[in-house]
C-alpha cells in the first residue's frame, strides 16, 4: 500500500469515526430531551396529584354531605315512575283551584340527560288554563305547596273584557303557564361508589352542615288566603269596595255571600246526580229527601236577599241569576216532575219496610226512623192506590214502632231481682222498689207479667220486654 492508498483509508476512516461519533452525540441529545420532557411531564403530574391533594378533603365532605341528603333529594325531585302522580295532582289541582284546563303539553328536552350525565333531569310542561285571577293564584298555590320541586319558568295572560264580567258575573282569562322540575335519575349500580375512609367518623363531622343543607331543602309556604273582596285587577280595577245602598252589602260581601250560595247550589245538584245512579232504592229516596231539604233552605235564602236588598253589585247579581237561580228552578221542577210521574213504587215501599224491620231487629232504631224520614213525605201521593197504601201504614206501623222501642230503651232503670212463688203475685225489685203487676214504673211504663230474667211492660199501649 503506497502512501497515498494510505492516507486515503486513513481519511475514510477519521471520517466513519467523526460520522459515528456524530451520530452518537445526536442520539443522546435526543435521550437527553425526553428525559427533560418526561421530567417535566412528571413534575406537572405530581403538582396536579398535590392539588388534588389539597381539594380531596373539601371533595370528601361534600360527597359525603350529598349522600346523607339524597334521600330528602328523591322526596322534592320525582322519579320516572312518579312523574305520572304529578300530572294526576295537577289535574287535581285544577279541580280544587276551578280553573278548566283548554291544553296540556310537555316541552321537555329529551336529549339534555345525554348531554349533561347528570343525576338531574329537566322536565317541563305546559297548560293552558281558563279562569280569573283568583283561582290563577289559588292554582299557583298549589304548585308552591306541592311536596315536590315546582317551579313556573314563565306565564302569559290574555285578560278578559270587561264586558264579560257584566254579562256572565265572571271574568275568565285564558292563562298559558309553563311548569318545571327535575326529574331524579340516580347513576346505574354498575358505577358503584367510592369508598371514603373513616365515613361515619367524617359524616359525624359534618352534622351541623349537613343538617343545615336538609333544612334548606325543607319546604317554606305560604299559605294562600283568597280573593278576600280583592277586586280583579286585570278586569275591574273601578269597582267601590262599598256600594252607596244602605240596605245592600259591601262588595267583599256580596261575593262571598254569592260564592257560598254557588256551592249550595252545587252540593244540591250532587244529590240529585247521586240519587239517579243510586244503588238501592232508599238510598235513592234518602238523597232526594237532602235535596229537597236543600233547595226549600237556597229557596227562602234567596227571596231574603232580594226582599232584603242586599245584593246590588251587577255581576254579583248576573251569578244570582245564573248560576243559583236558575239551576235552582231546573232542580226543583225535575224534583216535582219525578214525584208527579213516580211517587214511591210498591218496589220502593216493600224495600223500605224490609230495611225498617232489620234496623228494627237489629236494635237500630234510629236508623230505622231515619229510613222512614226519607220517604214520608211522598206517601201523601199514595192515597188513591189502595195497594200501596196499605204499604204505606205498614211503614207507619213500623216508625210507630221504631220510636217506641227507641223511647223505651233510653228509659233508664235497674232491676233488682224477682220473686216468683206459685198462688201469689209475682213481685220484682226496681230501682229498689217492690214492684207487681199492673204497679206503674214510669211515666206511661206499667208492669205488665214478670218471669225469670225477663219482664213485660205496657209502654205507650204496646207491650215491651226487658231482660236483666
Not at 164 to 182: F, K, M, P, Q, W
Not at 442 to 458: G, K, Q, T, Y
Request: charged share 30%; glycine share 6%; aromatic share 8%.
Amino acid at each position: 500500500m503506497n502512501d497515498k492508498q494510505f492516507w486515503s483509508v486513513f481519511g475514510g476512516l477519521t471520517a466513519a469515526l467523526a460520522g459515528l461519533f456524530g451520530y452518537l452525540i445526536y442520539s443522546e441529545h435526543q435521550s437527553v430531551d425526553a428525559a427533560e420532557a418526561e421530567v417535566a411531564s412528571l413534575r406537572d403530574r405530581i403538582s396536579n396529584s398535590r392539588a388534588i391533594v389539597r381539594k380531596t378533603p373539601e371533595v370528601e365532605q361534600e360527597v359525603i354531605i350529598l349522600r346523607e341528603i339524597s334521600d330528602r333529594i328523591r322526596e322534592i325531585l320525582p322519579d320516572t315512575k312518579d312523574l305520572n302522580n304529578v300530572i294526576r295532582d295537577f289535574q287535581e289541582y285544577m279541580q280544587e283551584a276551578e280553573v278548566t284546563s283548554q291544553g296540556f303539553k310537555p316541552t321537555s328536552n329529551s336529549s339534555s340527560r345525554q348531554r349533561t350525565r347528570s343525576a338531574f333531569e329537566r322536565v317541563s310542561y305546559q297548560w293552558e288554563l281558563v279562569g280569573n285571577t283568583f283561582q290563577f293564584l289559588e292554582f299557583l298555590n298549589r304548585i308552591e305547596t306541592h311536596s315536590r320541586f315546582m317551579a313556573v319558568s314563565k306565564f302569559d295572560i290574555r285578560a278578559a273584557n270587561r264586558r264579560a264580567l257584566l254579562d256572565e258575573g265572571l271574568a275568565s282569562h285564558r292563562i298559558v303557564l309553563d311548569v318545571e322540575t327535575y326529574k331524579y335519575v340516580p347513576p346505574s349500580a354498575k358505577e358503584g361508589e367510592v369508598e371514603i375512609r373513616s365515613y361515619e367518623r367524617k359524616r359525624d363531622l359534618l352534622s351541623g352542615e349537613i343538617g343545615l343543607r336538609r333544612q334548606a331543602l325543607s319546604l317554606q309556604t305560604y299559605r294562600y288566603q283568597g280573593a278576600r273582596g280583592r277586586r280583579d285587577p286585570l278586569i275591574d280595577p273601578r269597582v267601590p269596595a262599598r256600594v252607596d245602598d244602605p240596605n245592600a252589602w259591601t262588595v267583599q260581601r256580596q261575593q262571598e255571600e254569592v260564592d257560598e250560595l254557588v256551592a249550595r247550589v252545587e252540593e244540591a245538584q250532587g244529590y240529585w246526580a247521586a240519587s239517579n245512579v243510586a244503588k238501592s232504592v232508599l238510598e235513592r229516596m234518602v238523597q232526594r229527601s237532602e235535596l229537597e231539604k236543600l233547595i226549600l233552605r237556597l229557596g227562602e235564602d234567596l227571596r231574603r236577599i232580594e226582599d232584603e236588598g242586599h245584593v246590588t253589585y251587577r255581576p254579583a247579581q248576573t251569578r244570582i241569576d245564573t248560576l243559583v237561580a236558575d239551576p235552582l228552578d231546573v232542580l226543583r221542577l225535575a224534583l216535582d216532575k219525578s214525584k208527579a210521574i213516580e211517587g214511591p213504587s210498591i218496589t220502593a215501599l216493600q224495600s223500605v219496610g224490609d230495611t225498617m224491620v232489620g234496623y228494627i231487629e237489629a236494635l237500630e232504631y234510629e236508623q230505622a226512623l231515619d229510613s222512614f224520614d226519607a220517604i214520608e213525605d211522598s206517601l201523601a201521593l199514595l192515597l188513591d192506590d189502595p195497594e200501596r197504601e196499605e204499604l204505606a201504614d205498614w211503614l207507619r206501623l213500623l216508625c210507630e214502632e221504631a220510636t217506641i222501642l227507641r223511647d223505651f230503651s233510653a228509659i233508664d232503670f235497674k232491676v233488682g231481682g224477682v220473686a216468683i212463688i206459685e198462688g201469689l203475685q209475682p213481685v220484682i225489685i226496681i230501682d229498689g222498689k217492690r214492684r207487681t203487676v199492673g204497679d206503674l214504673v214510669a211515666e206511661e211504663l206499667v208492669v205488665h207479667s214478670v218471669r225469670p230474667n225477663e219482664v213485660d211492660f205496657i209502654f205507650r199501649g204496646a207491650i215491651v220486654t226487658r231482660e236483666f
